[in-house]
């Protein structure tokens, strides 16, 4: 079946930095991915959508300019996160879109900011 | 996108059937039903989805109500690995649209 591969697994940084995370869908071409943000006991929140060779679309309330997603091939998405801070501490989960069965995620990033 | 009530969480004895409700009886006619998991600290599984007709596969069995305001999801042989926070999403299907989740059940299956 579809997968998406997702990297790096967990990541600590110090505040002010930037992060990125990849998102690879590994057999299959994903012209559209998405981009979630889950704190501790909560569900997911969608952030944004990738759209490949485009601009993302991203949802009301996200800082475009803070959470920066890149889509330059149909197999890899990017979301950096700049400047961040502790309160962008979180998990982060990336999805594409899988015909009929909907949407395939990635395991989930863990952001630390320290 | 329809919205969804499941309750907050449930308890399942191991070897027993999980039947997780949910509502949504504001769905229309194009919308599916889809039924994902999220084990703990991981990315969202996929389970089942279906439209109208019961459906089954090698992980669950989605019962549709006639006239499509709510829907089970039914585990019949819950496993301690069936532990996780099951979510329905209703949506029209193969559209690209996104996805919004809603709080889920956060099922607990008991040895």
């Known amino acids: 079946g579809a997968v998406v591969s997702q990297h790096p697994s967990w990541v600590i940084c110090k505040s002010g930095t930037s992060v990125k995370i990849e998102c690879r869908s590994l057999?299959?071409?994903?012209?559209?991915m998405f981009w979630y943000r889950q704190f501790p006991k909560q569900s997911l929140m969608l952030m944004a959508t990738?759209?490949?060779?485009?601009?993302?679309?991203?949802e009301q309330g996200v800082e475009k300019d803070k959470f920066l997603i890149n889509h330059a091939s149909l197999t890899l998405s990017t979301l950096t996160v700049t400047s961040a801070h502790p309160e962008d501490s979180s998990f982060y989960i990336c999805?594409?879109?899988?015909?009929?069965?909907?949407?395939?995620f990635g395991s989930g990033t863990r952001l630390t900011v320290v | 996108d329809a919205k969804t009530t499941q309750p907050p969480s449930m308890d399942c004895a191991e070897g027993r059937a999980a039947n997780l409700p949910c509502n949504h009886s504001?769905?229309?006619?194009?919308?599916?039903v889809y039924w994902y998991r999220q084990i703990h600290s991981q990315g969202p599984q996929y389970i089942i989805h279906?439209?109208?007709n019961n459906e089954t596969n090698e992980m669950a069995s989605l019962i549709i109500t006639e006239d499509r305001k709510s829907s089970t999801l039914i585990l019949p042989h819950a496993t301690l690995r069936d532990t996780a926070v099951y979510y329905c999403?209703?949506?029209?299907?193969?559209?690209?649209?996104?996805?919004?989740f809603g709080t889920g059940t956060s099922l607990t299956v008991i040895p």
């Open positions: 999805s594409a879109l899988t015909g009929g069965y909907g949407y395939t």
């Open positions: 990738s759209n490949e060779g485009s601009k993302a679309t991203y």
């Open positions: 504001t769905i229309s006619g194009n919308e599916y």
């Open positions: 279906g439209l109208k």
């Open positions: 999403i209703v949506r029209p299907s193969n559209t690209g649209n996104q996805f919004y």
């Open positions: 057999d299959f071409q994903a012209t559209t």
